[in-house]
């Protein structure tokens, strides 16, 4: 069973940068897609970013589009989402996903029910 972990959210003014980390066992890394959602309070769950492990192929949400950059460092079973310019809208819980990757070529990737196996989550605040 894959396991997940996240780490590196916290507390950031308006403008500032945070990176966010994913650590993955349990699973041959390079067989996976790793997605970044988000909850903000009374909000859904939106789909930030996704990467697939195996080929390298991202998905960004346009809210977030030239401001975060997901990779992968497939040696440390890794993906790291770089966060800049950070607005308060920006405000959530993140999560880590995982679904195997040959499901990617099926689309929908930047939707949650893709994906079997969560982090915990971590929360990033923006302040204004």
């Known amino acids: 069973e894959v396991h997940l972990v996240e780490s590196g959210g916290g507390l950031v003014q308006a403008g500032g940068s945070l990176r966010l980390s994913c650590a993955a066992s349990?699973?041959?890394?390079?067989?996976?897609?790793i997605g970044w959602f988000r909850r903000a309070p009374g909000k859904e769950r939106e789909g930030v970013s996704c990467i697939n492990s195996g080929d390298g192929s991202t998905y960004y949400a346009d809210s977030v589009k030239g401001r975060f950059t997901i990779s992968s460092d497939n040696a440390k079973n890794s993906v790291y989402l770089q966060m800049n310019s950070l607005k308060p809208e920006d405000t959530a819980v993140y999560y880590c996903?995982?679904?195997?990757?040959?499901?990617?070529?099926?689309?929908?990737?930047?939707?949650?029910?893709?994906?079997?196996?969560w982090g915990q989550g971590t929360q990033v605040t923006v302040s204004s």
């Open positions: 349990g699973f041959s890394f390079d067989d996976l897609a």
């Open positions: 996903a995982a679904m195997p990757s040959e499901l990617w070529s099926s689309g929908g990737y930047y939707l949650a029910r893709k994906y079997d196996y």
